[in-house]
């Protein structure tokens, strides 16, 4: 069984400044662990993605995410918040064994100007 | 081009009538999904394909019925509609089974009447 928690179902964040945004997961098998965007009134894209190589992955628009074994933690960053970055974002975890992805419930970003 | 498009995007319809999504996708990929997503925001997978069979059917009421006519294509039909089915559908792809890169398509806004 696998799950996906984010903790904080609204964070907002000023123009420029930090974005952390918190996933932890459950996964009886080694995870892949996702991040998804999802921009109004449109489908998810990937943002990242963690598959057991570089516990520090990259991804799209300056985010990143750092793998956290010990923490069973998967958060999301970006230095420096912009405008374009308010959207809706979901964590996602998917074990090694098969193909169901799990979502967890979604943070909305809101930044303020 | 559109990658994954979904028909119609909007759809108002009442209680106990009988409606269609279509799903077309042009990545050449071999797995296609159905989501759908509640009015808090959290997805839910219904169905997944792969190669026009039936590999996931999540807890769906019978009322739904997914048809793939070829790899490219997942439709979704829903019989007898009922207040709770009101939600946004999202068709997705991925290239292979055990991917959980998912590909989204826009969604279709289903509001039941």
């Known amino acids: ?113 | 081009d559109t990658a994954v498009s979904q028909t119609p995007k909007y759809l108002v319809t009442q209680m106990g009538n009988d409606k269609s999504i279509k799903c077309e996708q042009n990545l050449g990929h071999d797995t296609m999904y159905w989501y759908k997503q509640d009015s808090k925001k959290f997805l839910k997978i219904m169905f997944s394909y792969n190669n026009k069979e039936l590999i996931i059917n999540e807890t769906v009421p019978n009322r739904f019925s997914p048809k793939s006519p070829d790899k490219a294509h997942l439709n979704l039909h829903i019989n007898s509609l009922e207040l709770g089915d009101s939600a946004v559908y999202f068709c997705a792809s991925s290239q292979a089974l055990n991917t959980g890169e998912l590909f989204f398509g826009e969604g279709s806004r289903l509001t039941v009447l």
């Open chain 1, 1 to 113: 069984a696998q799950s996906v928690t984010q903790l904080g179902s609204h964070v907002s964040v000023s123009e420029g400044a930090l974005v952390l945004l918190r996933c932890n997961y459950s996964s009886s098998v080694p995870p892949y662990l996702f991040w998804y965007v999802q921009y109004p009134n449109q489908g998810l894209q990937l943002l990242l993605k963690y598959t057991s190589a570089a516990t520090l992955v990259k991804g799209i628009n300056g985010f990143e995410a750092e793998f956290k074994k010990s923490e069973t933690s998967f958060h999301l960053t970006k230095p420096s918040a912009h405008m374009s970055d308010a959207a809706e974002y979901f964590c996602a975890v998917k074990g090694n064994a098969g193909n169901m992805l799990t979502f967890g419930g979604g943070t909305r970003l809101m930044v303020k100007p």
